[in-house]
């Protein structure tokens, strides 16, 4: 069983629409990130969490460090949102400091 | 500020050969870390440097090395390439553990 699990894989939406992804993990962590890939590889961190949520713009990411899960809404999807997003999460201390483990990537389609 | 930046962006090379490949963080960060990404097993955490010193190893082969200078630059070696390290091998930059700043990525295919 993988540390990190997304859902789902695979996201179509319209325009306009709220859409969430989910991402759950198994051990205590320092911090959980969200990043976004665009198809030619590039990696855009859109946040880094501890606790509670966060928001830019149309984007939002909740933590529930108890429950060991995550959440990223995007509000009013474009289809420029259309990318993989992927969860991360990271540790700072012990033996796996600095270390981030990855989640498989949601794949995001949204159409005009 | 200037970005991550990763040269090269593409590489062919054919198994047996070495390479390396550079990454040069965002002026300021003092942390350096290496992903390497493949369809089948998605990104997976190479190694992580700080301040010349690497703080920590994924579960990867001891073919793969990395080092970190003085200037915070960073670069990772491959030796004896495999067709399985064909993959995009992407860095970040850092301020201390805090959020990561990619780079673009080198590209390498291993013929």
């Known amino acids: 069983k993988n540390e990190v699990e997304q859902s789902p894989q695979n996201l179509t939406a319209q325009e306009g629409e709220f859409i969430t992804i989910n991402c759950s993990y198994s051990?205590?962590?320092?911090?959980l990130h969200w990043l976004q890939q665009h198809p030619g590889g590039g990696i855009v961190s859109l946040f880094m969490?501890?606790?509670g949520k966060k928001k830019h713009g149309r984007l939002i990411a909740t933590i529930n460090i108890q429950e060991k899960h995550s959440s990223l809404h995007i509000t009013a999807s474009h289809p420029r949102d259309s990318a993989v997003y992927i969860c991360?999460?990271?540790?700072?201390?012990?033996?796996?400091?600095?270390?981030?483990?990855f989640g498989q990537g949601t794949i995001l389609t949204v159409h005009p | 500020k200037a970005g991550v930046t990763q040269t090269p962006r593409y590489l062919i090379k054919t198994r047996g050969q070495q390479v390396t490949l550079s990454c040069s963080p965002i002026?300021?960060?003092?942390?350096v870390s290496w992903y390497q990404q493949t369809p089948g097993q998605g990104l997976q955490f190479l190694f992580e440097?700080?301040?010349?010193?690497?703080?920590n190893k994924g579960n990867f082969p001891g073919r793969f090395s990395g080092r970190q200078f003085s200037n915070s630059r960073s670069e990772m070696n491959v030796s004896t390439l495999e067709l399985g390290d064909s993959a995009l091998y992407l860095c970040?930059?850092?301020f201390g553990s805090g959020a990561r700043f990619f780079g673009p990525g080198t590209r390498l295919t291993v013929l």
């Open positions: 002026s300021g960060h003092r942390s």
């Open positions: 051990v205590g962590i320092s911090a």
């Open positions: 970040a930059s850092s």
């Open positions: 991360a999460v990271g540790w700072t201390g012990g033996t796996s400091y600095g270390k981030l483990t």
């Open positions: 440097y700080f301040s010349e010193t690497q703080r």
């Open positions: 969490l501890s606790s």
